[in-house]
């Protein structure tokens, strides 16, 4: 890690109370136990850093919405899952790597029972996603890549699984990352796209969205883009603030 001054983390819902980034990692171990995969699917929660009014993005990427506690919060909950799942845009335009790089975080999922780094799963359906790309370099990452297309990334170094979507959405390869990979945590990193599917498929148990204090106007990339048949209710469970941004964990009502 870096020599950097860790964030301050403030709970202000339910309770207040002062946290650590390492405080924040453990519970976020202990409440694993809490939160029973389907026997069907992964229990799978939605990450997403947005402006004050609602955009994913400063420059076409999320970097500038994203302070240090932001980033903390993003690395702890990549650190406690067993699959991470993106879209083929946010891949190419975030220059997508490794999930877990820090050997203390590697270490510590080993000992609570994980393995070193969680599977990165890409949705990419006309396979867009870039063979380029520093996670496909990688030897040691598991990547599964899910996609309509028949082809494969030409290059790629790391060991990549093809999941060939179907047309039924994205069920299949939740269903697929319990049963055949033995998944039961994931975490989705968006893009607004993919953040959208999920929803609307009902597959997403808790949804985190991080503000910044941070007006960006246009252009309009929000949270969630496309249609979800019916608004979706959700429960305010945890509020964390630093530094003027604040972290909010939300329930989605099945
Ligand atoms: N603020 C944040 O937290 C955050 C997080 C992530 C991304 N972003 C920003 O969001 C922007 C990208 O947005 P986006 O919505 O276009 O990103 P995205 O969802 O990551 O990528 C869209 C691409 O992913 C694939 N995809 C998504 N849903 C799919 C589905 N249901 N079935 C099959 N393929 C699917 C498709 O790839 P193919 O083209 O291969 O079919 C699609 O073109 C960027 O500016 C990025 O920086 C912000």
Not at 110 to 137: I, M, N
Not at 187 to 202: F, K, N, Q, V, W
Request: charged residues 25%; glycine residues 8%; hydrophobic residues 45%.
């Amino acid at each position: 890690m870096s020599g950097a001054v860790p964030p301050r983390l403030r709970r202000i819902f339910p309770e207040p109370a002062e946290l650590t980034v390492e405080s924040f990692l453990e519970e976020l171990l202990a409440r694993r136990a809490d939160r029973a995969p389907r026997e069907d699917r992964p229990w799978l929660a939605l990450n997403m850093v947005a402006s004050a009014d609602g955009r994913v993005a400063l420059d076409g990427r999320s970097e500038g919405l994203s302070g240090s506690a932001d980033r903390a919060l993003f690395h702890a909950l990549r650190a406690t899952t067993d699959a991470v799942l993106f879209g083929a845009k946010t891949a190419n335009l975030e220059r997508y790597g490794r999930m877990v790089k820090d050997p203390d975080r590697r270490a510590l999922r080993e000992r609570a029972g994980l393995a070193p780094e969680p599977l990165a799963v890409c949705v990419s359906g006309e396979l867009s996603v870039s063979a380029e790309l520093p996670l496909f370099a990688e030897l040691e990452a598991r990547v599964v890549v899910a996609t309509r297309a028949l082809g494969r990334l030409e290059g790629a170094r790391a060991e990549v699984d093809y999941l060939r979507l179907g047309d039924a959405g994205l069920e299949t390869l939740v269903r697929a990352l319990r049963s055949d990979h033995g998944v039961e945590h994931a975490l989705c990193e968006g893009g607004p796209r993919l953040s959208a599917t999920l929803l609307a498929e009902g597959l997403v148990d808790e949804f985190y969205l991080t503000i910044a204090p941070l007006l960006v106007g246009s252009p309009p990339f929000p949270v969630v883009q496309g249609p979800l048949a019916q608004p979706i209710r959700l429960e305010l469970l945890d509020s964390i603030e630093s530094a003027g941004t604040v972290f909010q964990r939300y329930g989605v009502a099945s």
